[in-house]
Nanobody, 128 residues
Framework: QVEVMESGGDLVQAGGSLRLSCTAS????????MGWFRQYPGKQREGITC????????YYEDSVSGRFTISRDNHKNTVYLQMSSLQPEDTAMYYC?????????????????????WGPGTQVTVVP
């Protein structure tokens, strides 16, 4: 299990931007494909984007494509989620995780598994 911690969540107005960060103290994140997930209250966690370990290939769910960008800074051992054009429907708790590979089905499988390690998450609230 790769233990990670998320940060950067905040309250913003619709149309605004945020950058979330995902770090790990005991693991080199560049060795892993990484995913970002979000969870609405009372709902199942869902995967929204991922980045591969080998060639930085990325995948985005339609709901965030064109607005969110996942990236890495290996020197800082950090994975980012740059969020722009935020909308109230983006309000959720956001999580990152090391995943088996950056593919849609692997992202979805990881989201469903409560036995995976999940960090504390970071809250994003978008107000109209």
């Amino acid at each position: 299990q790769v233990e990670v911690m998320e940060s950067g969540g905040d309250l913003v107005q619709a149309g605004g931007s945020l950058r979330l960060s995902c770090t790990a103290s005991r693991t080199t994140l560049s060795d892993y494909a990484m995913g970002w997930f979000r969870q609405y209250p009372g709902k199942q966690r869902e995967g929204i984007t991922c980045i591969s370990d080998s060639d930085d290939n990325t995948y985005y769910e339609d709901s965030v494509s064109g607005r969110f960008t996942i990236s890495r800074d290996n020197h800082k051992n950090t994975v980012y989620l740059q969020m722009s054009s935020l909308q109230p429907e983006d309000t959720a708790m956001y999580y990152c995780a090391a995943i088996a590979g950056c593919e849609r089905w692997l992202l979805a499988r990881h989201a469903r598994d409560d036995l995976n390690f999940w960090g504390p998450g970071t809250q994003v609230t978008v107000v109209p």
